[in-house]
């Protein structure tokens, strides 16, 4: 196993190693993770080998590029001494290849004449190879990590120009000060928790030295952007974090993934970018067909993937033509909240209403396009709860489910769903002013493994959930949002099978 560094992009930071996990378990690749933080873009992790660290990171949405280690210190003289004692024995190999350095100051900046300073204390390596800006054979990076407690770019010099000009990077490799923070969007963690000093530091806390050995698919990211979309909706998600969802239920060529709540096919088209097959409900109609020539299959067309979408129909989790059996390699999903409007499945909320109704011609009502089905209310946590049901039924072993649920933040925090055929694999949030939501991941465990003593105690604690109500009392999120999450008793949540307790990793 060889020591590598991932850079990641420093925004989704709770997603960030989840992904990286799900890609190694995609690969079968063993991966350590050695030192990981949310405040940091820099990820110590041990990998098999080059091959395998390269094709990890190269499906990765929220990494920038892999590099092998050749050293790491908290001063320069440590990091040379480590580089000596690392790659001496490698440095022959490289000195006639084309090459190219760069520098990577997080939370800092380098003015030109200071990087080329600390590059050429990197002379003994020995390379007489062409520098080359493009077209390189070899690329090394010099990582700097500062410890901006300002939020701003800092510098070890006080007369810096607020900007630096530096050479466009390759794809995935993008190592200019200036564009790094712009890829992290000028966000600092924690920023408000650390102590200010008196001056800005004038040093780096710690440094890196890596050898590129790949980049990653953020570029995906602009050929899937909304703002270029033909068909999409209010409630479409974003590219970034669809891809991500598609990343963490491991879509792959040969895959078969369902959207059951498939709307305007955000997370279809990323589980097919992934090389997947696409299958998609929703229970109304007319966000599959959208108006005119648009449409689900619209996108589809757009992204030259028409041949990996499968086809869409309109049904509910509740009422789905799927024959139930372990079919679906993966589902993802971004449920409704039932916020603007309460929850609703097709039905009658007296369950009466279902002979058939003829028009005035002798058809049947429910042949005609126009035609609307009745809804009655729908439980939130009932809704949680047939969704892992139908996973659990629908995936094969190992399968994975990863699901957006809301929650709000500090004073009420709805509970996770389990269920006893399911393994939670990670959580991750996306936080916002009030309210949060969740990505969570399930792994279909083997049939062998589930509990029949929690499994039926988990199936008689569901039958208590359904229940006739108006759309606040079925729905505790949407009340808490109206209220605006004022603090109450913490909720416990979602019911959870009686011989678990709520989990996260």
């Known amino acids: ?156 010099s006080p007369s810096l120009s607020p900007s630096v000009s530096t050479p466009s990077t390759p794809s995935g490799a993008n190592t200019s000060s200036a564009a790094a923070a712009a890829a992290s969007g000028g966000a600092v963690s924690n920023i408000k928790n650390k102590p200010r000093p008196e001056q800005p530091p004038t040093h780096p806390n710690r440094l890196f030295l890596g050898r590129l050995i790949g980049g990653s698919d953020r570029e995906a990211i602009v050929r899937y952007d909304l703002k270029k979309r033909k068909y999409i909706s209010t409630t479409s998600m974003d590219a970034e974090l669809a891809l991500v969802t598609a990343n963490l239920a491991l879509a792959a060529p040969g895959k078969l993934f369902f959207d059951p709540f498939v709307g305007t096919g955000s997370f279809s088209v990323a589980c097919s970018h992934f090389g997947a097959h696409a299958l998609g409900s929703d229970i109304d109609g007319r966000s599959i067909r959208g108006k005119g020539e648009g449409g689900i299959v619209s996108n589809f067309h757009q992204y030259g993937l028409v041949h990996r979408f499968c086809d869409s129909f309109v049904s509910d989790l509740t009422n789905t033509p799927l024959r139930p059996t372990q079919l679906l390699d993966g589902i993802i999903c971004d449920p409704p909240y039932g916020v603007r409007e309460g929850l609703k499945v097709l039905g009658s909320r007296d369950g009466k209403g279902k002979e058939v109704i003829y028009l005035a011609d002798g058809t049947a009502a429910h042949l005609s396009s126009s035609y609307i089905p009745p809804k009655r209310p729908y439980s939130f946590e009932r809704m949680q709860a047939d969704i ?69 105690n988990y199936q008689r604690d569901m039958s208590t959930l359904e229940a006739h109500a108006s759309a606040n009392d079925l729905n505790m999120f949407r009340r808490k949002y109206f209220e605006g999450f004022r603090p109450t008793t913490p909720s416990t949540g979602a019911l959870t099978p009686a011989s678990e307790s709520d989990t996260t990793t």
């Open 1 to 156: 196993m060889k020591e590598y560094l991932i850079r990641f992009v420093q925004q989704h930071e709770t997603f960030r190693r989840a992904e990286i996990e799900a890609l190694a378990a995609l690969f079968e690749a063993q991966i350590e993770i050695l030192e990981y933080s949310d405040d940091t873009p820099f990820c110590l992790v041990r990998i098999q080998d080059d091959a395998t660290a390269r094709a990890i990171v190269g499906r990765s949405i929220l990494t920038k590029a892999v590099y092998e280690l050749w050293g790491r210190g908290l001063t320069y003289e440590e990091l040379h001494e480590d580089v000596r004692r690392r790659t001496s024995e490698k440095w022959a190999q490289y000195r006639n290849c084309s090459f190219r350095f760069d520098v990577d100051a997080y939370q800092g900046k380098r003015n030109q004449k200071e990087q080329r300073k600390l590059i050429e204390g990197f002379s003994y390596l020995g390379f007489s190879g062409r520098i080359q800006m493009s077209k390189f054979e070899e690329n090394w990076c010099i990582f700097e990590e500062w410890d901006n407690v300002f939020g701003i770019a800092v510098s070890s």
């Open 388 to 456: 892992l049901a139908f996973a659990a039924t629908m995936l094969v072993t190992n399968g994975r489910l990863s699901m957006w649920m809301p929650t709000a933040n500090e004073d009420f925090e709805l509970g996770v769903p389990l269920h006893p055929c399911l393994e939670l694999v990670s959580t991750c949030i996306q936080v916002f002013n009030k309210w949060s939501r969740r990505l969570l991941t399930y792994r279909r465990i083997p049939d062998s493994a589930v509990n029949p003593t929690a499994l039926t």
